[in-house]
């Protein structure tokens, strides 16, 4: 059971105040975040405009790497970061200063090639899966049982219609035997019940400014490192 920062995601300049966009912020963000308890680190890598960019993730892993020695560090792989499956894949194979993992969201396209792109440069898979048909698709791959961890992320608002879509991972996941790590979060409205959630079943969980920007008080956090003393507190 730990917990995650996911400290920016795809999230509008104008989201919160304390949003980490540049590689300087997002190690000092980072490094606070690990101060406050979080295991490991979620960031989407910005270029120098605080556009989204798989280019940037080298010089972003070096130096939050190099704030956070020893914490492991993961990336997203979304494909609308590029907008362009081969740009994708090469801009994955070039990278040089690796991350510990990356996620990748069974919902796209083009995630089995990322998967065994990542697989083959020794980078870990996060297998994100925000539907029972995700789940599916995931244990019909034969590199499944080689992934880091499941990452059952809910988009639904509403809590039973979210639950509903847990249950459903969890029974896909079960029949076939796939026996791997989870990691489960939600998102804004539910953030904070799937913390919670993800205690019960001593699931990991991960919270940020990626997912929401309150508490679970309902008031806004000052920043990603009070929503992780907020959710480490909670995982107890």
Not at 56 to 79: K, Q
Not at 80 to 104: C, F, G, H, K, M
Not at 141 to 164: D, F, T
Not at 200 to 208: K, N, P
């Amino acid at each position: 059971m730990i917990v995650q920062a996911c400290i920016n995601g795809a999230r509008p300049f104008d989201y919160h105040p304390a949003l980490p966009l540049t590689v300087e912020a997002m190690a000092r963000d980072s490094a606070a975040c690990v101060a406050a308890g979080a295991a490991e680190i979620h960031l989407h890598a910005r270029a120098a405009d605080g556009r989204e960019s798989l280019a940037a993730v080298d010089e972003t892993i070096r130096l939050v790497r190099r704030a956070c020695p020893g914490t492991l560090l993961g990336v997203s792989t979304g494909a609308w970061i590029e907008n362009d499956q081969r740009r994708t894949r090469d801009y994955i194979a070039a990278w040089r200063v690796l991350p510990d993992y990356a996620s990748v969201n069974l919902s796209e396209p083009d995630a089995p090639a990322i998967i065994g792109l990542l697989q083959g440069m020794g980078v870990g898979v996060e297998a994100g899966l925000a539907s029972i048909d995700d789940a599916k698709r995931l244990v019909a791959l034969p590199e499944c049982r080689r992934v880091l961890r499941i990452l059952i992320e809910i988009e639904e608002q509403e809590i039973q219609a979210g639950e509903a879509v847990v249950d459903g991972i969890v029974t896909v996941l079960g029949e076939a035997g796939l026996a791997r790590p989870i990691l489960l979060h939600g998102a804004d409205a539910t953030v904070w019940h799937f913390v919670e959630l993800a205690r019960q079943h001593r699931w990991s969980t991960r919270v940020g400014l990626e997912d929401g920007c309150r508490r679970a008080t309902g008031e806004v956090a000052r920043d990603n490192a009070q929503l992780v003393t907020d959710a480490v507190r909670m995982m107890g």
